[in-house]
């Protein structure tokens, strides 16, 4: 979002409590989205702590601001409600979707958790009990700015499981087919399980890496014709220019006049080189990228928890199963965090891995 769009959004979330009110507003769910400690220190004021920042003390209401002198009011043009835009324009809107439906677990458990991961050397899991919790799966959009011979802008979205990090982009389509309450008011629905939104935020970001690397390629592909038909052209011209030049060389016997072309030479070589390079970086795609919204959902996640024996040892795993989209969540590796569809006891028997331990040592 662009800062008008910002201030616009303000002002319309306002309308008909007036301008102070769309500020807290503003600011206390941007506060919200940046993780920050927020505590509501005396009625109209609020403590603010932001990650990695100085505590600050804030009020939206001018007198509270006139009464006393430690805290800062936030307004129009104050610093505090800037640096608030600029968090925003980098992050968009973030919107809270809640889906609130009953959710019972697949039938036949048993069968089915088998083929959800394969335990290695352990016997076939059983499960032990099942139960639902809320989830959140975190949907970004960002918009992607390739730039190369021409700039070009696509849209591109990832979604991530915000307990477990998982990559749930192939789901998105699955989350269009519920009814969600939209902007579900937390003061209503509280929040109870832990999720990590920030590093959600970043799992999106490498999650969305195939995607940039299928369109730079494409981009490389359809430029490769016009690349390599300039280099040719460009070596052509420097191959017949050093070819007269050393012609002339070999020709004449005034050492001066020799010297000048070889001179000449050098410096066509070194300017050849130069312009192999420009037309190299000139098809080089580079690319930025811009979160422009983001959609928490909320929803009833089926936890199952399996036990596991090997040998003389038991072990309890917990499955996660997604009922809105009748799937699987994806198993992740507890040491190197990628999907798995193989599990291990660590040498530590502490945790879980895919095998990557083993080759890691
Ligand atoms: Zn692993």
Redesign the pocket.
């Known amino acids: 979002m662009s800062s008008t769009e910002v201030l616009n959004h303000i002002s319309s979330d306002g309308a008909g409590h007036g301008a102070g009110y769309a500020i807290q507003s503003f600011v206390l769910d941007t506060l919200d989205v940046l993780g920050a400690a927020v505590e509501i220190a005396e009625y109209g004021v609020y403590d603010v702590l932001l990650p990695g920042e100085q505590f600050q003390r804030i009020t939206f209401d001018p007198e509270i601001s006139q009464e006393r002198d430690d805290c800062e009011l936030v307004t129009y043009g104050t610093p505090f409600l800037e640096s608030m835009i600029g968090y925003a324009k980098t992050l968009g809107r973030l919107q809270v979707r809640r889906l609130d439906t009953r959710s019972d677990p697949p039938q036949n458990l048993d069968d089915k958790v088998t083929n959800v991961v394969h335990f290695v050397k352990c016997k076939p899991p059983k499960v032990s009990r099942t139960w639902t919790e809320e989830g959140f799966l975190l949907l970004c959009q960002f918009v992607v700015t390739f730039h190369g011979d021409e700039v070009t802008e696509a849209c591109m979205t990832t979604v991530i499981d915000c307990q477990t990090l998982a990559d749930v982009t192939h789901l998105r389509a699955r989350l269009d087919e519920h009814w969600f309450t939209h902007n579900a008011d937390p003061g209503l629905y509280p929040i109870s399980t832990p999720y990590r939104l920030t590093e959600s935020v970043s799992r999106a970001c490498r999650a969305l890496q195939p995607q940039i690397e299928q369109v730079i390629g494409r981009i490389q592909l359809e430029h490769r014709a016009a690349r390599e038909d300039e280099l040719a052209k460009s070596r052509h011209y420097y191959e017949t220019t050093i070819l007269k030049l050393e012609k002339q060389l070999s020709s004449t016997l005034d050492a001066a006049k020799a010297e000048r072309i070889r001179k000449k030479i050098e410096a066509t070589i070194l300017d050849r080189d130069h312009r192999m390079e420009d037309i190299a970086r000139a098809y080089e795609v580079t690319v930025d990228v811009h979160l422009d919204q983001a959609i928490l959902y909320r929803l009833p996640i089926v936890c199952v928890e399996v036990q596991l024996q090997q040998r003389a040892d038991t072990f309890s795993y917990v499955l996660h199963y997604y009922p809105f989209a009748s799937a699987w969540a994806p198993v992740m590796?507890e040491?190197?965090h990628?999907p798995?569809t193989r599990l291990e006891r660590g040498a530590s028997s502490s945790s879980w891995?895919?095998?990557?331990e083993d080759i890691g040592g």
């Open positions: 590796c040491t190197c990628e798995t891995h895919c095998g990557c």
